[in-house]
């Protein structure tokens, strides 16, 4: 696009892949993340010493503060995102749930709003059905320090926070919609349906296929059939459009086994999977991010968006696959796959220090097909045998285990069968 980049970061990641490439750089503090990449005057004071004109916030650490976004406001820099009134409405996750309901978007049976007390939480229960899940109100979004300890979120602070309920439901899968809305149209098209499994510690994920495989056997077949796809679009657009979004953004929802959806959450970044949604539709969704922070439109209608193959993206960690323990340390060798069809997202090279302070997500691998994975699909294990990566240990041999189990290329790994399976 022809816009030069400034890089901000901290001590940690100096010798990073990021740093080295970009036109220009600039350290914001020490490995802290609240010292440096939680530190909104110093990104802010980073952003004015090199004259930029906009941030874009990542997916993970401010991508999805208000405060921040308020503050580039304020400084007459262009925060590349939502606006901080969106991202503070779909952070209340009470709030979002009742905007989605408000725009007849389906959601999980619960309550309307925070409960007072245990006397309401048990009528309520009684009322929409056992099991019951309580929740906390509020999205908390955890820095991206993984490899720390968690002994700090102790279940006791649960009284001191707006708690609300739902019902536990037989969840299949969670499905995510990618939308965008912006320039001067204010509306725009949806796009994107990449399926996430879930892996443990704090159940994020580690591998994202687009579009998601067929429903397993015995779960209602129209769960992925066009109709079921356009309502899913329809309703990830009347939450958008609800809180008047403006920027790319993920609905996403939970699907049961009776082929029922419900909205959940919307994350209002770019996400981690982002490149799935690019290679099966052919749209750069950070430039799309950038052209409707700059005001434009987006110049082209839904039926504009054709899918073409299915694509998987996997996060290699650096972490034990045996345990999904954390495996910081000095990276000796790093070889990345090639070929027709292969994308490699990351910062590493030789010589680099995975550093114990952030999240351990060290490269995306991600395979672009042009057939079903019934039939072959893309060769992520073909891909992922090719990567070298030494001096850590990483979820490489994980993959390759998953993506060889013959249920999941059926198509039939649902969410408890993968937890069963780990």
Not at 131 to 158: E, Y
Not at 195 to 206: F, N, Q, T, V, Y
Not at 366 to 373: D, S
Request: hydrophobic letters at 40%; proline letters at 9%.
């Amino acid at each position: 696009m022809g816009i030069r980049t400034v890089v901000a970061y901290s001590t940690a990641d100096a010798r990073s892949r990021a740093v080295t490439l970009a036109d220009e750089s600039i350290c914001i503090g020490p490995p802290e993340p609240r010292q440096s990449y939680l530190n909104i005057p110093s990104i802010i004071s980073a952003a004015s010493i090199t004259e930029c004109e906009a941030i874009h916030p990542g997916y993970g650490l401010l991508s999805e503060n208000s405060t921040f976004a308020e503050v580039c406001r304020a400084c007459g820099i262009t925060f590349i995102g939502p606006s901080p009134e969106a991202i503070r409405l779909m952070g209340d996750k009470a709030q979002a749930r009742g905007m989605a309901r408000a725009a007849g978007v389906p959601v999980v049976p619960g309550s309307q709003g925070p409960l007072d007390g245990v006397d309401e939480a048990q009528a309520l229960a009684d009322e929409v059905g056992y099991p019951i899940m309580v929740k906390a109100r509020l999205r908390r979004r955890r820095p991206r320090d993984a490899h720390r300890p968690r002994a700090r979120i102790a279940g006791a602070r649960l009284c001191h926070v707006p708690v609300r309920s739902a019902r536990l439901l037989r969840i299949l899968r969670s499905v995510s919609r990618e939308v965008r809305r912006g320039g001067a149209s204010r509306r725009g098209p949806g796009a994107g349906r990449p399926e996430r499994d879930p892996r443990p510690h704090g159940r994020a994920r580690l591998l994202d296929p687009a579009p998601p495989p067929e429903a397993p056997r015995g779960v209602a077949r129209h769960v992925h059939l066009p109709g079921h796809a356009r309502g899913l679009c329809k309703s990830a657009l009347a939450v958008a459009n609800a809180v008047n979004y403006v920027s790319a953004g993920t609905v996403e929802f939970l699907v049961d086994r009776a082929g029922s959806f419900y909205f959940i959450e919307m994350n209002t970044r770019i996400q981690v999977e982002h490149p799935v949604t690019e290679l099966v539709t052919g749209f750069d969704l950070v430039r799309e991010q950038i052209r409707i922070a700059a005001g434009e439109s987006l110049g082209y209608k839904q039926d504009a968006i054709q899918w073409s193959g299915h694509a998987i993206e996997c996060r290699i960690n650096a972490e034990d696959p045996e345990h999904f323990t954390p495996s910081p340390g000095r990276v000796t060798a790093w070889v990345p796959p090639g070929g027709p069809g292969v994308r490699v997202d990351s910062h590493l090279m030789a010589g680099y220090v995975v550093p114990p302070n952030y999240d351990s997500l060290v490269a995306k691998i991600i395979v672009h097909g042009t057939r079903p994975r019934r039939g072959g699909g893309p060769d992520a294990p073909g891909a992922l045998s090719e990567t070298v990566v030494e001096g850590i240990k990483t979820t490489i041999p994980f993959h390759l285990k998953l993506l060889a189990d013959p249920t999941f290329l059926a198509g039939e790994f649902a969410i408890p069968r993968f937890e069963q399976h780990l």
